[in-house]
């Protein structure tokens, strides 16, 4: 299986030519290679891989957010599946020959709840036991059976069992979050350095993702910039928001916890607008951002406003896995860098929001 590209230099189809053909960034499949335009991989698409991008459960995340109700107020707007491509197209320019694997970077978010990471736990729901679910049932399972595609070989990659960069290894960087990153840093306006060029700067060791030492330095920078936006009021309010109405619409006569999490995001924004429960504070905190405060749980200011009105939240995990620098630890290659990562645990996680 070819994924046309290598290490080196790679050529990127022309985005020229007669109106009606389609673009190398097309989405269903149609030019048979797919240019993700962050990475500026090319990559040419196996009968299997056009198939999925063309199957519903690929198809509905076109129509999640990757940032979830951070979109509301920022422009963290591109959609999980972006995300997904971006993966897929990494794993394709390390690991080209690989079908499972490839295959398991097209799937591997498939499980993802309307709105993401902001909706996930809600009523006990867990993207990684969704998406195993949507791998055993049609029509995933009919498409990768037609395709001869072993689902237990992609299933084994994408919980872990069999060691894969797409996985990686606990604490470290592995392409999935390799991708977030540097995605997530361009749309906050972080990204300093080309992705191609980043791209140059890095291999695979063990699983995990190894970088030169400059290479290192600028993906720590991203994963802080990451932290910081996981933590500022432009996640926290807007995301402690939703999942307030989420629950409220679960609670009451609204769907299923089943549909819910085969919901796309314009459906749960119509959803809280029919519901009398949630209606109002879904029209709020989509026109009205700008009216909620948020303050770290431990900080004393306002609190009787905030007992009176309020409602805590706190961040389910920040993310700060480390690349390998040169295929050694990063504590040891270069510390002045590990202790940026461990700096980011001193951000805070418990917040009060209220509206003002």
Same mark, same amino acid.
Request: net charge positive.
């Given at each position: 299986m070819e994924s046309g590209s290598d290490n080196g230099a790679r050529t990127v189809p022309d985005c020229g030519g007669a109106a009606a053909r389609a673009v190398p960034t097309n989405v269903v499949g149609m030019p048979g290679v797919f240019t993700d335009p962050l990475w500026r991989i090319p990559v040419r698409l196996a009968p299997v891989e056009v198939a999925l991008l063309r199957s519903a459960p690929l198809r509905r995340l076109h129509f999640i957010a990757h940032g979830g109700a951070s979109a509301l107020s920022t422009i963290q707007s591109y959609s999980r599946l972006e995300h997904s491509l971006g993966v897929f197209a990494l794993v394709a320019h390390f690991c080209p020959a690989d079908e499972p694997l490839r295959v398991a970077a097209l799937l591997h978010d498939i499980g993802h709840l309307p709105l993401s990471h902001t909706c996930e736990g809600v009523s006990g729901l867990d993207h990684h036991v969704l998406g195993r679910r949507l791998l055993d049932t049609d029509p995933i399972r009919a498409l990768l059976l037609r395709h001869s595609v072993a689902a237990e070989t992609v299933a084994a990659v994408l919980d872990?069992?069999?060691?894969?960069?797409?996985?990686?290894?606990?604490?470290?960087?592995? *392409?999935?979050?390799?991708?977030?990153?540097?995605?997530?840093?361009?749309?906050?306006?972080?990204?300093?350095?080309?992705?191609?060029?980043?791209?140059?700067?890095?291999?695979?060791?063990?699983?995990?993702?190894?970088?030169?030492?400059?290479?290192?330095?600028?993906?720590?920078?991203?994963?802080?910039?990451?932290?910081?936006?996981?933590?500022?009021?432009?996640?926290?309010?807007?995301?402690?928001?939703?999942?307030?109405?989420?629950?409220?619409?679960?609670?009451?006569?609204?769907?299923? =916890?089943?549909?819910?999490?085969?919901?796309?995001?314009?459906?749960?924004?119509?959803?809280?607008?029919?519901?009398?429960?949630?209606?109002?504070?879904?029209?709020?905190?989509?026109?009205?951002?700008?009216?909620? =405060?948020?303050?770290?749980?431990?900080?004393?200011?306002?609190?009787?406003?905030?007992?009176?009105?309020?409602?805590?939240?706190?961040?389910?995990?920040?993310?700060?896995?480390?690349? *390998?620098?040169?295929?050694?630890?990063?504590? =040891? =290659?270069?510390?002045?860098?590990?202790?940026?990562?461990?700096?980011?645990?001193?951000?805070?996680?418990?917040?009060?929001?209220?509206?003002?």
């Open positions: 872990g069992r069999s060691p894969s960069p797409l996985t990686g290894r606990p604490g470290l960087l592995n *392409l999935d979050h390799l991708d977030s990153y540097v995605r997530s840093g361009r749309a906050a306006g972080c990204l300093d350095a080309d992705p191609a060029a980043l791209l140059r700067g890095l291999t695979l060791r063990d699983s995990a993702v190894s970088a030169d030492r400059a290479t290192a330095a600028a993906l720590v920078r991203l994963v802080g910039a990451e932290a910081r936006l996981h933590t500022s009021w432009d996640n926290v309010g807007p995301v402690s928001v939703v999942r307030r109405l989420a629950r409220r619409l679960l609670d009451g006569s609204g769907p299923t =916890a089943e549909r819910f999490a085969r919901m796309t995001d314009p459906q749960l924004w119509s959803a809280f607008e029919t519901c009398a429960a949630t209606r109002a504070e879904s029209i709020r905190v989509r026109y009205e951002p700008h009216r909620l =405060a948020v303050v770290p749980a431990d900080r004393p200011a306002d609190r009787d406003a905030d007992r009176a009105s309020g409602w805590d939240f706190s961040l389910r995990k920040i993310y700060r896995s480390a690349p *390998l620098v040169d295929g050694a630890p990063v504590a =040891a =290659a270069a510390p002045e860098l590990a202790a940026e990562l461990v700096a980011l645990g001193s951000l805070p996680t418990a917040f009060r929001v209220r509206w003002t």
